[in-house]
Antibody
Framework: HLQLQESGPGLVKPSETLSLTCTVSGGSITSNTYYWAWIRQPPGKGLEWIGSIYYNGNSYHNPSLESRVTTSVDTSKNLISLKLRSVTAADTAVYYC????????????WGQGTLVTVSS | DIQMTQSPSTLSASVGDRVTITCRASQSVSSWLAWYQQKPGKAPKLLIYKASTLESGVPSRFSGSGSGTEFTLTISSLQPDDFATYYCQQYNGFWTFGQGTKVDIK
């Protein structure tokens, strides 16, 4: 049974870097069938795709966030990571990791999400 | 970016009602559309993909239709567990979601 678990600091100061990891269990992140994605949801608002990464490091990101986002993968630990630089209060959100097939498709498995608040 | 617009934003209904939610895309997404259900404090759950294909384990009272720019999600007989927020999502390019439709108790 596949499980995704996000982790990281719940509070980040403005202008600093938000760093999160997503650990995958019950399946291998090196499957050649799937990409692994980050999606966020500001409190009370809708969903925004941040970026997706393949086990070999191939990645693509939302153009609106591209300049501030880095995604990476650690196959030895079966996890993916997200870094978002120069955060502001507008980056306060629940951050989810999720899985999708290698083509641009739907997200079939999601983590439970982690709330990150940007505040001094 | 392809913009997705859902209507209504909020829908009040009773158990047993037939409920329909509409999602419109700013340009054609063919049939590359998914629907999700989200409950408070939980991650979205995939209900339907490719506009009308029911995800495994999802009750058959949920159905989806449409193609191109207009899509609908229908719940044939609303159950207590169905009060939630529903999102459409296109995947004919980078992913974008609708703003959500909250189904609450009338």
């Amino acid at each position: 049974h596949l499980q995704l678990q996000e982790s990281g600091p719940g509070l980040v100061k403005p202008s600093e870097t938000l760093s999160l990891t997503c650990t995958v269990s019950g399946g291998s992140i090196t499957s050649n069938t799937y990409y692994w994605a980050w999606i966020r949801q500001p409190p009370g608002k809708g969903l925004e795709w941040i970026g997706s990464i393949y086990y070999n490091g191939n990645s693509y990101h939302n153009p609106s966030l591209e300049s501030r986002v880095t995604t990476s993968v650690d196959t030895s630990k079966n996890l993916i990571s997200l870094k978002l630089r120069s955060v502001t209060a507008a980056d306060t959100a629940v951050y989810y990791c999720a899985r999708h097939y290698t083509t641009v498709t739907y997200f079939d498995y999601w983590g439970q999400g982690t709330l990150v608040t940007v505040s001094s | 970016d392809i913009q997705m617009t859902q209507s209504p934003s909020t829908l009040s209904a009773s158990v047993g009602d037939r409920v329909t939610i509409t999602c419109r895309a700013s340009q054609s997404v063919s049939s590359w559309l998914a629907w999700y259900q989200q409950k408070p404090g939980k991650a979205p759950k995939l209900l339907i993909y490719k506009a009308s294909t029911l995800e495994s384990g999802v009750p058959s009272r949920f159905s989806g239709s449409g193609s191109g720019t207009e899509f609908t999600l229908t719940i044939s007989s609303l159950q207590p567990d169905d009060f939630a927020t529903y999102y459409c999502q296109q995947y004919n390019g980078f992913w974008t979601f609708g703003q959500g439709t909250k189904v609450d108790i009338k």
